[in-house]
């Protein structure tokens, strides 16, 4: 096993490799370089980024690198998926930060997976890419920051949780402005870390009530929703 | 609820070709037909298609003809489902979540966290943390 973790994208990521292998650190430098440039790219705290410049009208969506016209495409999608509750539009421009983590993983699983490995996992802030044998995932308990409140066992795996036991309720409902009720986290399984990520996100800023008839609709995606009444709803296929 | 229910289906039905796909009525004693609609925009929630079965029965006594028609089954392979009113309508159609009461497992055996552990200072603080200063051990 080896494991890097480095601070990026603001937030700590750890890459773990189940078998190691002479290429470690060069593979552990391709990925984390990788998420390097997509902070570069996409930081809205970065003035010189694309999404910066696209904000302040100095750049083009034709003048855009083909990776931001990507995830800004994707971002309009998911807002129509999630019937506005994922929305990348901000006063300021654009702000893609609730798509670009789970799909910068995603690329970068793409790395390790390109340079042969199939036993690994990304963990970026808590969402996480996993693939190649058992893995045990807890979810993190909303109200007990050492326990976990379920585990999940599986073999190739995105797992994505939005909650607002971290950084207070900074996710709100674009429609109202005002924080989600009833709803203390909404975790997502399926096959894409990017859309895991923004359906998270988005099922949480609904609120209860709305989030657990959402995510029992979802297609190809599972859901667990943990409710401020201690409830804890999950759709038949949640690993 | 019961109203907007109401004005649901009153859409579902306008959008129906019924008058048409039953209009070919034949001298047959029962009949059974499948009928689907198109797509119809269901007025601002979307696009609905209704299918329904429908059994005819033609009764002829002498030049006397007498015609029943039953719908027997409804279905709608095609509805909105993203407003409140859509889901609440379609909620019959819903898989059941399954539920649980909220618990905390405070050594569980596991190889990483999913959470909403996004700021350095709350990571240091987390069992994530933990973990992987155990495996680095």
């Keep these: ?239 | 609820m019961k109203k907007a229910i109401t004005a649901m289906l009153g859409t579902i039905a306008i959008a129906l070709p019924v008058a048409p796909a039953l209009a070919a009525a034949k001298k047959t004693i029962v009949s059974i037909k499948k009928v689907t609609g198109p797509q119809a925009v269901a007025d601002r929630w979307g696009y609905v298609a209704v299918t329904l079965v429908v059994k005819k029965t033609t009764t002829i006594v002498g030049t006397h003809k007498k015609v029943t028609r039953k719908i027997t089954n409804v279905t709608v392979p095609v509805y909105p489902n993203h407003t409140d009113r859509s889901v609440f309508i379609n909620q019959q159609a819903l898989p059941w979540l399954t539920q649980e009461v909220l618990q905390a497992q405070f050594n569980p055996n596991i190889n990483m966290i999913s959470g909403a552990t996004a700021t350095s200072y709350a990571f240091e603080q987390s069992l994530q943390a933990a973990l992987l200063a155990a495996k680095k051990a």
Excluded at chain 1, 121 to 140: E, M, T, V
Excluded at chain 1, 181 to 204: R, W
Excluded at chain 1, 214 to 230: F, K, P, S
Aim: with cysteine.
């Design chain 1, 1 to 239: 096993m080896a494991i890097r973790v480095e601070h990026v994208m603001g937030m700590p990521v750890v890459v773990e490799l189940r078998d190691e292998a002479a290429d470690d650190e060069a593979l552990f430098d391709s990925v984390f370089g990788w998420l390097r440039c997509v902070d570069a790219t996409f930081s809205t705290y970065k003035a010189d980024s694309e999404i910066s410049r696209i904000g302040r009208g100095e750049l083009t969506m034709e003048e855009a690198s083909d990776e931001v016209r990507y995830v800004l495409a994707r971002c309009e999608e998911l807002r129509a998926e999630t019937g506005g509750y994922f929305d990348a539009r901000v006063p300021s421009g654009v702000d893609p930060s609730g798509l670009v983590k789970g799909w910068a993983v995603d690329r970068a699983a793409a790395i390790l997976d390109a340079a042969g490995r199939t036993a690994y996992a990304i963990n970026a802030g808590g969402d996480i890419r996993f693939r190649g044998g058992s893995w045990r995932i807890g979810i993190q308990h909303p109200l007990e920051p050492q326990a976990v409140a379920r585990i999940i066992e599986a073999d190739d795996l995105a797992v994505a949780t939005s909650g607002a036991y971290e950084r207070g309720s900074h996710v709100r409902d674009p429609h109202t402005g005002q924080p989600p009720s009833g709803i203390l986290s909404v975790t997502i399984t399926g096959p894409d870390l990017g859309t895991a990520d923004a359906y998270a996100t988005a099922a949480f800023a609904m609120g209860a009530t709305r989030a657990t008839h959402w995510t029992a609709r979802l297609r190809g995606y599972e859901a667990l929703t943990i409710l401020a009444d201690g409830r804890v709803l999950a759709t038949p296929g949640f690993p």
